[in-house]
């Protein structure tokens, strides 16, 4: 099974563009690549979505790499509220399963 | 549309005893599953579901069983409470086609703490 590497946790300053990097090396062509966060104490949050091309949405965008090995997230103009630990997954189309990272926890500066 | 519900959302259980966590969706999704998240950790699968009547287990299935009897409703059972079953559980559900297709709706989560 394909597997994600993230980075335990970044730090971003308030109102700055914020990109979030994940490793996907062994990803098959039918995985597609999600991102989720997760507040303290909440269930995960929808970010974004994609296959082989950037993506983006009113949250983010997702910057995926030519050979899909790896792809980023990018948060324009982080604020306080998206302080949470951000997960990088991989959906295999061919039995619908979710293949969790460990996440990456972002704390956001004042 | 309420997305998913879970139900309960906190519960104690003493080792041994049984329980059923409920999930229901109410978006038609074909697929639903369970997971359950231990402290500073991501999620793991426990059983999905692709549709009424299909059942699969996941990563960690030792001591649950499901059952899909209809499309809305995906129970987890624990059949002997352990507290290594001390968690926070969510269910999940996706659509399989249309235009929401590919996006995962969470369950709030139900946490579960055996003693």
């Known amino acids: 099974d394909a597997k994600t590497t993230q980075p335990n946790s970044m730090e971003s300053n308030e109102e700055e563009p914020v990109h979030l990097p994940c490793n996907h090396s062994?990803?098959?062509?039918?995985?597609?690549i999600h991102w989720y966060r997760q507040l303290p104490s909440q269930g995960p949050e929808y970010v974004i979505h994609?296959?082989?091309?950037?993506v983006n949405n009113r949250m983010a965008s997702l910057a995926i790499a030519e050979d899909r090995k790896s792809s980023t997230l990018i948060l324009h103009r982080a604020t306080l509220r998206d302080a949470a630990v951000y997960y990088c997954?991989?959906?295999?189309?061919?039995?619908?399963?979710?293949?969790w990272g460990a996440g990456t926890k972002l704390i956001i500066k004042p | 549309n309420a997305g998913v519900t879970q139900t309960p959302k906190f519960q104690v259980l003493k080792t041994g005893q049984s329980m059923t966590l409920q999930c229901a969706q109410d978006?038609?999704?074909?697929?639903m599953s369970w997971y359950r998240q231990d402290p500073g950790m991501g999620l793991r699968l426990i059983h999905y579901?692709?549709?009424?009547?299909?059942?699969d287990q996941g990563e960690v299935p030792n001591g649950y069983n499901v059952s899909r009897s209809t499309t809305e409703d995906f129970p987890l059972r624990l059949l002997s409470a352990a507290p290594s079953q001390t968690s926070v559980y969510f269910c999940?559900?996706?659509?399989?086609?249309?235009?929401?297709?590919?996006?995962?709706?969470f369950g709030e989560g139900s946490w579960l703490t055996v003693v």
């Open positions: 579901s692709v549709g009424a009547g299909i059942t």
């Open positions: 997954i991989l959906r295999d189309l061919s039995n619908y399963q979710l293949i």
């Open positions: 994609g296959l082989t091309s950037n």
């Open positions: 999940a559900s996706i659509s399989l086609g249309g235009t929401k297709r590919d996006t995962i709706y």
């Open positions: 062994t990803i098959s062509g039918t995985d597609y």
């Open positions: 978006m038609n999704h074909e697929y």
